[in-house]
C-alpha cells in the first residue's frame, strides 16, 4: 500500500494495494488513522472531507486495488501512550487463547469484554491484543461477538488471513456453534428462517424481524431440558447482528439474561439463582485452515458462570 503519514497539517493520499481490496473504508480508517475516536472518523466521511478517486463516499464502500483514498489532515493519537492493560487482563487473555499458529489466533473470549473499544468502552480484545503484542503490527478480528457473548472469536495476524478467512464466512464455509440457555423451546430440533432488520430504537441499535430485512436461518437442537430451562445449542447458517437472540425471542425462546430481546420471566429466574448473564456461548468453530488445507475444529469450554448457571438449573430440575 502505497501511502504517506497521516498528518495534522496536510492531506494525504492512500494507494490501495492488493492486501487492503475488499475492505470497507471504515475499517481501513480505522487501521490508518489509530487512536482517532471512531466518531471522528464517521464524520470526516459523511462531510465528503474523506475521498475515494476525487468522490464522495459512504462509509461502507469497499475499496479496490488502484483506488487512491483521500484523507484530511487529522491529529492521531500516535504520540500519546496506548491504553493501559492490567495485569489481570492480559494474564487472562493469554490463558483465553485455545489456537495459535503464525497466521491465526483464536479466543475464548470473557463475557463482558467487548471486541473492540468505542461506544464509551476504551479499551476492547483487539485493542487489548495489541498491546500485549506490540510486534504484531497487522492483528485483525475476523469478525464480531456481542459484548456480553462469550466464546470463540479469530483474530487474523495479518490482512492476507484476514480476507481468506472472511471469504470462508461469506461462502459460508465456517461451521459456528453457540450454546444457549433459554425457556420456551418446544420439541427436540427447531429451524427459523426470518429475515433481519436493523434499525435504530433512539441511541440504541436494535434487530427486529422483518419482510424488509436480510434472510436469516438459525437451526436450534436440544441438548438437555433443565425443568424450567432448556440448554440449546444454535447452529448458525447466516451471520447476522444478534441473530440467535432475535430468533430465539421470535420462536417464543427468549434467552436467558438478554437485556435487550429477553423475557421479564427469565431475569427473574436468573435472580433467583443470584447470577446475571447473557448465557449465550460461542462454542465451537470448524472451517478449512486456508494455508494447511486441513479441516480444523477448535471448542470452547464454558466459563465458570455459565456452568454454575447450568449446575444450579440441574439442582432444581
Given at each position: 500500500?502505497?501511502?504517506r503519514?497521516?498528518s495534522?497539517?496536510?492531506?494525504?493520499f492512500?494507494?490501495?494495494?492488493?492486501?487492503r481490496?475488499?475492505?470497507?473504508?471504515d475499517?481501513?480508517?480505522?487501521?490508518h488513522?489509530?487512536?482517532?475516536?471512531?466518531s471522528?472518523?464517521y464524520r470526516?466521511?459523511?462531510?465528503?472531507e474523506?475521498?475515494?478517486?476525487?468522490?464522495r463516499?459512504?462509509q461502507?464502500?469497499?475499496?479496490?486495488?488502484?483506488d487512491?483514498?483521500?484523507?484530511?489532515?487529522?491529529?492521531?493519537?500516535e504520540?500519546?501512550a496506548?491504553?493501559?492493560?492490567s495485569?489481570?487482563?492480559?494474564?487472562?487473555?493469554?490463558?483465553?487463547?485455545?489456537?495459535?499458529?503464525?497466521?491465526?489466533?483464536?479466543?475464548?473470549k470473557p463475557a463482558?469484554?467487548a471486541?473492540h473499544?468505542?461506544?464509551?468502552?476504551?479499551l476492547?480484545l483487539?485493542?487489548a491484543l495489541?498491546v500485549?503484542?506490540p510486534k504484531?503490527?497487522n492483528l485483525?478480528?475476523?469478525?464480531?461477538?456481542?459484548?456480553d457473548?462469550s466464546g470463540?472469536?479469530?483474530?487474523a495476524r495479518?490482512?492476507?488471513?484476514?480476507r481468506?478467512?472472511q471469504r470462508?464466512?461469506?461462502s459460508g464455509?465456517?461451521?459456528?456453534?453457540?450454546w444457549?440457555?433459554?425457556?420456551?423451546f418446544?420439541?427436540k430440533e427447531?429451524?427459523?428462517?426470518?429475515?433481519?432488520?436493523?434499525?435504530?430504537?433512539?441511541?440504541?441499535?436494535?434487530?427486529r424481524v422483518s419482510?424488509?430485512?436480510?434472510?436469516?436461518?438459525?437451526?436450534?437442537r436440544?441438548?438437555?431440558?433443565l425443568?424450567?430451562?432448556?440448554l440449546?445449542?444454535?447452529?448458525?447458517?447466516?451471520g447476522?447482528?444478534?441473530?440467535?437472540?432475535?430468533?430465539?425471542?421470535?420462536?417464543?425462546?427468549?434467552?436467558?439474561?438478554?437485556?435487550?430481546?429477553?423475557s421479564?420471566?427469565?431475569?427473574?429466574?436468573?435472580?433467583?439463582?443470584?447470577?446475571r448473564?447473557?448465557?449465550?456461548?460461542a462454542r465451537?468453530?470448524?472451517f478449512?485452515?486456508?494455508?494447511t488445507?486441513?479441516?480444523?475444529?477448535v471448542?470452547?469450554?464454558?466459563?465458570e458462570?455459565?456452568e454454575a448457571i447450568?449446575?444450579?438449573?440441574r439442582?432444581?430440575a
Amino acid at each position: 500500500m502505497s501511502e504517506r503519514t497521516p498528518s495534522a497539517d496536510r492531506v494525504t493520499f492512500v494507494t490501495i494495494d492488493e492486501g487492503r481490496a475488499g475492505q470497507r473504508l471504515d475499517n481501513f480508517l480505522f487501521t490508518h488513522l489509530k487512536g482517532v475516536p471512531k466518531s471522528r472518523i464517521y464524520r470526516i466521511i459523511r462531510s465528503g472531507e474523506v475521498r475515494v478517486n476525487k468522490g464522495r463516499a459512504k462509509q461502507t464502500t469497499r475499496l479496490a486495488t488502484g483506488d487512491q483514498v483521500r484523507i484530511p489532515p487529522i491529529r492521531t493519537s500516535e504520540s500519546s501512550a496506548p491504553p493501559a492493560v492490567s495485569d489481570g487482563l492480559a494474564e487472562r487473555l493469554r490463558r483465553a487463547c485455545v489456537y495459535e499458529d503464525d497466521q491465526l489466533m483464536i479466543f475464548n473470549k470473557p463475557a463482558g469484554l467487548a471486541v473492540h473499544g468505542g461506544s464509551g468502552v476504551s479499551l476492547g480484545l483487539i485493542e487489548a491484543l495489541r498491546v500485549m503484542y506490540p510486534k504484531e503490527q497487522n492483528l485483525e478480528l475476523v469478525h464480531r461477538l456481542d459484548r456480553d457473548t462469550s466464546g470463540l472469536i479469530m483474530v487474523a495476524r495479518h490482512r492476507g488471513m484476514l480476507r481468506k478467512l472472511q471469504r470462508l464466512m461469506q461462502s459460508g464455509q465456517v461451521e459456528k456453534r453457540y450454546w444457549l440457555l433459554c425457556q420456551g423451546f418446544k420439541g427436540k430440533e427447531r429451524t427459523l428462517e426470518a429475515p433481519l432488520l436493523k434499525m435504530m430504537n433512539g441511541n440504541e441499535r436494535i434487530v427486529r424481524v422483518s419482510r424488509e430485512g436480510k434472510p436469516s436461518v438459525t437451526h436450534f437442537r436440544l441438548l438437555e431440558r433443565l425443568g424450567d430451562a432448556q440448554l440449546v445449542e444454535a447452529l448458525l447458517e447466516t451471520g447476522r447482528t444478534h441473530q440467535i437472540r432475535v430468533h430465539g425471542q421470535f420462536g417464543g425462546f427468549a434467552l436467558l439474561g438478554d437485556d435487550k430481546y429477553g423475557s421479564d420471566r427469565g431475569a427473574a429466574l436468573l435472580e433467583s439463582l443470584g447470577r446475571r448473564r447473557l448465557c449465550l456461548h460461542a462454542r465451537s468453530l470448524t472451517f478449512v485452515h486456508p494455508t494447511t488445507g486441513k479441516r480444523l475444529t477448535v471448542s470452547a469450554p464454558l466459563d465458570e458462570d455459565f456452568e454454575a448457571i447450568i449446575t444450579a438449573l440441574r439442582e432444581r430440575a
